[in-house]
């Protein structure tokens, strides 16, 4: 019951806020030349990007300028990291970090991944908190929805799909600033911590010398959440808890990692001018999300296994798990940040259930309900190309999403997207479990030490950050390939999308009538439903079956 | 190289609004309305030592001291963690199994509750389940040489509700129901 | 060419479709079909393994060697359904070449002819043919008129004339001249002919992938990769277990994975619906065209002879006032009887017996100049024709004029034409022709419209008949006094709001919209710059199949959609067969995954197999015939195949997997 109540609360409760600001960041995004205010600030972000923010870009120009932008991320958060021991705001005097550590934590910052083989109180000076990596949540979410927004303006059939540098700011200074300026002050009412004093020596009761570090916390979980970064300011994130003083901090968590994500579905809608098609777009991701949900939840009812047998009063599995934030968080907490590319955890994964553990494993395999800011859209966007390809060529005509003709270069694209995906988390993952590389990194042995290197492709190649963290990931190796998995799958997914939508914009548009496939009814969402679960899960059976699968089969 | 020269200066700006400013406001905020959750929610005691803070555990091994659970990474809050355990790894059970006799032994009949046999994510939870906390109200009890219904009474008053209406069970924060023990009952030589 | 009348499988075709099957097994042949050629690779393989089973003697050779069949029988069948669906088309291009093979001609050198073979004759040479001859060669009458059997190309045996100018001045090679003699022109390069032409199509020799099936083989070759990846990083993950996965077990599931039903099937669809549209005495130029076909927003369909009969009725006599109406039909009759217009017909008809010609009576026909007809009995001079033209024959009472001229104008807004009758110098009335709208064709519109298609009605008349047959017929929209010009001004527009339009046409200045239109239906009657402009030549000259033109095409999409559905979700169905039979030596709990509780790991493995390559040969005559189709809005469509095609896909293997495991262990094959 209690359950039930608070899933529908935070699920509901966001659905019902998402849609106003979808509204706004449609607004934000794309305000056109109608609105004077709209107008006013872009001419205003035309004078900050100086002579490179041309009005209109075509979609080569608008992506190669996308990625300066994040070469221009990685070099500068790259370079804070690596000098970190010789700058200011550092207190506790963090010292160098390895040069494959700064690679991997520049690349999963920049991707808007938040893979951490670092624990942040142990390795980072606060200034390398602040400048690189939060500097990295805002700018990375921004280039996700900016993406989206040029997206959607190609869908729409817009001349040009705009100007990165402006969009780019748009969603820095619009969207996400505004709503962490909202969320941070009550995170701060809510008794989290927010300061720059160095860490603090206690003696505790007992007479033990207890090191407690704390930090500019507030700031930077407030967009690590909205932003779908997901990186903790402490190693073990939002189960910490000065990253996550109380039940009511976590509901507020949960509510902005999925508040955005949410809102992108409305912001395609509005700029696309489909608000019936998005309606359905976003039935499909909260179908999965609440089946997703429904699973982790009655999975993780169960009790820890190791325990069996014990004196032990009955009991959810409680390892990993915080008490104060309630029984649901484990669960519901474990969905939300795997169904976005989150990746912030408020229990440990590596010791939910087996069977629970498989659910953010399929969420960042499927990867689309609702999904990263922007990025989860334009995910979704290319199993939509599948589906209404093969739909379309059901109800007997060349395959048409909106007017626009799904063709064989438009289909090599969608494919190949949906193959890197594929290819990223399961060569990773059979790579390194046939190699000592994998193998001697495993915390546990058998199929749960598998399950560990599989969750951390799925994380890295999804750009989720999460991971089962009793794996020993901080080595060169993982270093160096996930970090490699996470710039493939970061950029190539939003690469060939846009070079679909540059195809579309190329082609005569076709009128829509009776007899064209209707994306706005419950019959394509059942479409697109199936589109997704045999597209973005079936490959993954096989994985699933010798990780989790197998793991919970095995239990005693 | 315009695209380069944009996006410095795009950088430029993100970093000095949503970085510096961003930062100067919600610490300003903080610092100003709450300075006691803002640094750390510390506790001072009347000497002027910090003792700890409340939202962070420490360890507990005097049987006058309600213990917290356990924690993989000994309760040290400059670099936290969880077990990261399968749930089926019999490192918990041995951990278990100790946790248990340390407890004084449990049966099926008085089972110990499951909170106070397994770790929590980041091994720093400042709360036992009120069942937890009445679990050791006896060993409390006699260690300090007090009425068990004592010690269960002041464990009630301290039991909430973490969650309002949102959550079933009861919780105690450890190092606040300890320092209250500490205040109202004159801890024995014994520990001194 | 014959109308089919043979089964689907008679037995001389399966006995060369069974030949054809092994004679495809070229791999330069089975490479354009990616997923069949990687099948084949597999086959291969396995085989290899096989013959390394037996000298070893490692292995279980029983189990390898049923291996082994199956997957080669999996690229067999995918051979025989495309040899099947083609090996129609080829017993009618024997026919053709044979007409072609024996073909030679008159060519006219000053003023003798010499006898030379039709392959010898160029674009530009002039040929005699007279009676009883073949045509050698696709030209243009340039002299004399004949009578041509044109049944080797259309089935029907109704000779036609053929001419010099105008629109019936085309002929096609191997057509027979049973009258008299005609001058004809070569225009076609030997080879590039009509019957070339058309042999090609039957035979699918020409037949290039079409845009639609191309991006469909990406979509099956990228499924084929990424199953590649997912079956190609087992035996890591089996490793990392300590364990392993012999080869033939993985790519047996490889293969039960990637999508070879509808890859088997893809080429046997696309070679059927060409064959469906031919059979219905259509040819397309290109496969490209039937699927325009099935894309069509807007057809342009001419009014006479599509929506309303070719011939106008009487249906009405509507005299003056002060004329009795027995005058009017009285003199209307008597105007009519030597006319054999089927309008003068129909007024004589409409008008009933009455007094039979006076052998003094001397008729008037009707010419372009006076456009009246009529009827002199000594110096009573009886005139019909159109208003304006019988009202300058005379200085009619004024008073007689205007009432005459509402009168015609009522007929003009009813969707009628008037004929004005005059005898002398006197006004009698008018008569009321009908265009009849044909039977049933509302209905057909309405069903267009469900379709999402819009017709208009294209005709010469004015815009108040038109919008009365308009209205009459159900027409969503219509272009009245339409000029050539104006139908392409038409289609241009129409293409620019992003509609696909199909139009039929046949004289020669219809070339240009028919050139313009997506789909350009030329009768087979028209001229030669009407057929080569359109893109599909009706070879029944009946302009409304345009209907079922687009009916075929969807059809053929269709079929392409719902075979690659119901492929796709077979796998979950052959997961659950094969994963288990393979993890289970990992894992012996994962065992549970076995739902299907088939007999054995071997028995899961063959039967999911087995499955996969009979379910092609069952499929067949899915893929020749395509699915069912009615016409029906989009949304109806995929509500219907998803239900038949997706869910029938998931369970179907199920079910199929399970049968065929109890057949293979109750047999002892594994």
Partial sequence: MEHIVVVTLIIGGTALLSLPLGTYMAWAMDPGSTSPRGTRFTALFERVAGPGAATGQSWQRYLATLLMFNVVMFSVSFAILALQQHLPLNPDGKGALDPTLIFNTA???????????????????????????????????????????????????????????????????????????????????????????????????????????????????????????????????????????????????????????????????????????????????????????????????????????????????????????????????????????????????????????????????????????????????????????????????????????????????????????????????????????????????????????????????????????????????????????????????????????????????????SGTLGVEDATFGSMLAITVVIFGALTFLPAAALGPIAEHVSLP | MSNLLSSLRVALATMAICVAGYTAVILGFAQALTPTSANGSLITNDAGTVVGSRLIAQAFSSPEYVWPRPSAVDYDAGGAGGSNLSPANPQITARAQELISAHGGASVDAPIPADLVTASGAGLDPHISLEGALFQAARVAEARGVEVSAIERMIEERAVTPGGPFTAGRIVNVLDLNLTLDADLAAPAASQ | ????????????????????????????????????????????????????????????????????????????????????????????????????????????????????????????????????DLIPADGEVIGGVASVNEAAITGESAPVIREAGGDRSAVTAGTRVISDWIKVKVTAEPGEGFLDRMIALVEGASRAKTPNEIALTVLLTGLTLIFLVAVGTLPAFAAYVGGSIAVPVLVALFVALIPTTISALLSAIGIAGMDRLIRFNVLAKSGRAVEAAGDIDTLLLDKTGTITLGDRQATEFMPLSGIREADLVGAARLA???????????????????????????????????????????????????????????????????????????????????????????????????????????????????????????????????????????????????????????????????????????????APALAQSDVGVAMNTGTQAAREAGNMVDLDNNPTKLIEVVGIGKQLLMTRGALTTFSISNDVAKYFAILPAIFVALYPGLGALNVMNLASPESAILSAIIFNALIIPLLVPLAIRGVSYRPQSAARLLVRNLGIYGVGGLVVPFVGIKLIDMAVSGLGLA
């Avoid at chain 1, 989290?192 to 603090?200: D, F, R």
């Avoid at chain 1, 104060?324 to 669960?331: D, K, Q, V």
């Avoid at chain 3, 079909?33 to 490692?58: D, E």
């Avoid at chain 3, 009813?414 to 005898?423: K, Q, R, S, Y």
Wanted: hydrophobic content about 50%; overall charge neutral.
């Fill in chain 3, 1 to 132: 060419m014959t109308r089919p009348t043979s089964s689907m499988f008679s037995r001389e075709l399966a006995g060369e479709a069974l030949r054809q099957s092994f004679v495809k097994l070229d791999p330069k042949y089975l490479i354009r079909n990616p997923v069949m050629f990687t099948t084949s690779i597999v086959a291969v393989l396995v085989t290899v393994l096989f013959l390394r089973t037996l000298v070893t003697g490692q292995g279980d050779p029983v189990f390898e060697a049923q291996l082994v069949l199956w997957l080669w029988l999996t690229v067999l069948f995918g051979n025989f359904a495309e040899a099947l669906a083609e090996g129609r088309g080829k017993a009618q291009a024997a026919s053709l070449r044979s007409t072609k093979a024996e073909l030679e001609g008159k060519r006219l050198k000053g003023e003798r002819t010499e006898t030379v073979a039709a392959s010898s004759l160029r674009a530009g040479d002039i040929v005699l043919v007279e009676t009883g």
């Fill in chain 3, 336 to 510: 009519s009887l030597a006319d054999e217009t089927p309008e003068g017909r129909s007024i004589v008809a409409l008008a009933g017996a009455g007094e039979t010609m006076p052998g003094s009576a001397a008729p008037v026909a009707f010419t372009a100049q006076t456009r009246v007809s009529g009827i002199d009995i000594g110096d009573r001079s009886i005139r019909k024709g159109a208003v304006d033209a019988v009202l300058r024959l005379h200085d009619f009472d004024p008073g007689s004029v205007r009432e005459l001229k509402s009168l015609t104008d009522k007929i003009s807004r009813a969707g009628g034409t008037p004929l004005a009758v005059a005898d002398g110098n006197r006004l009698l009335g008018a008569v009321y022709l009908k265009d009849i709208v044909k039977a049933g064709i509302k209905e057909r519109f309405a069903e267009l419209r469900r379709m999402g298609i819009r017709t208009v009605m294209i005709t010469g008349d004015n815009p108040l008949t038109a919008a009365a047959i308009a209205a009459e017929s159900g027409v969503d929209d219509f272009l009245a006094e339409a000029t050539p010009e104006d139908k392409l001004e038409l289609i241009r527009k129409e293409q620019t709001g992003g509609k696909l339009v199909a139009m039929c046409g046949d004289g020669t200045n219809d």
């Fill in chain 1, 107 to 513: 690349a999963s910052f920049t991707t808007n991944t938040n893979l951490q083989h670092y624990s942040g109180e142990v390795s980072m000076s606060y200034l390398s908190q602040l400048a690189a990596l939060m500097w990295l949540q805002f700018v990375s979410a921004a280039t996700g929805i900016a993406a989206l927004a040029a997206l959607a303006r190609g869908i729409a059939g817009r001349e040009t799909i705009g100007s990165f540098v402006v969009d780019v700011q748009r969603a820095s200074f619009l969207v996400l600033l505004p709503l962490c300026l909202l969320v941070a002050p009550v995170m701060v009412l809510l008794g989290m911590p927010m300061t720059l004093q160095g860490a603090v020596q206690a003696t505790t009761l007992e007479g033990a010398a207890q090191t407690i570090s704390r930090g500019p916390v507030t700031a930077f979980l407030t967009i690590k959440q909205l932003g779908t970064n997901g990186g903790g300011f402490f190693g073990p994130n939002s189960t910490h808890p000065l990253e996550n003083p109380s039940f009511w901090t976590n509901a507020l968590a949960m509510i902005a990692i999925i508040l955005v994500p949410m809102a992108c579905v409305w912001m395609f809608g509005r700029i696309i001018g489909r608000m019936r098609h998005a309606t359905v777009v976003f039935a499909v991701m909260t179908l999965f999300l609440l089946v997703k949900i429904g699973a982790a939840v009655t999975f993780e009812a169960a009790p820890t296994a190791a325990l069996t047998g014990l004196p032990v009063a009955e009991s959810s599995n409680l390892e990993g798990k915080e008490l104060r934030l309630g029984a649901t968080t484990g669960p519901l907490w474990a969905v939300l940040t795997t169904s976005t590319s989150n990746g912030s955890v408020g229990a440990m994964h590596d010791s939910l259930n087996p069977l629970t553990g498989l659910v953010p494993m399929a969420g960042m395999w499927l990867n689309a309900t609702f999904g990263g800011v922007g990025v989860g859209m334009i995910n979704m966007f290319l199993y939509i190309i599948v589906a209404v390809f093969v739909a379309g060529m059901m109800v007997g005509r060349t395959p048409e999403y909106l007017g626009h003709r799904i063709e064989a270069k438009e289909m090599r694209l969608a494919v190949l997207a949906l193959f890197v995906h594929a290819f990223l988390i399961l060569g990773g993952t059979a790579l390194f479990a046939a190699t000592p590389w994998g193998q001697s990194a495993v915390q546990d042995a058998g199929a749960h030490g598998f399950s560990e290197i599989l969750y951390e492709f799925s994380s890295a190649s999804a750009n989720n950050g999460s991971g089962f963290e009793g794996l020993g990931d901080g080595s060169w190796a993982f270093n160096i390939a996930t970090g490699i998995v996470m710039l493939v799958g970061r950029f190539l997914p939003i690469i060939l999308p846009i070079a679909i939508v540059g195809s579309l914009m190329a082609k005569r548009r076709a009128a829509e009538s």
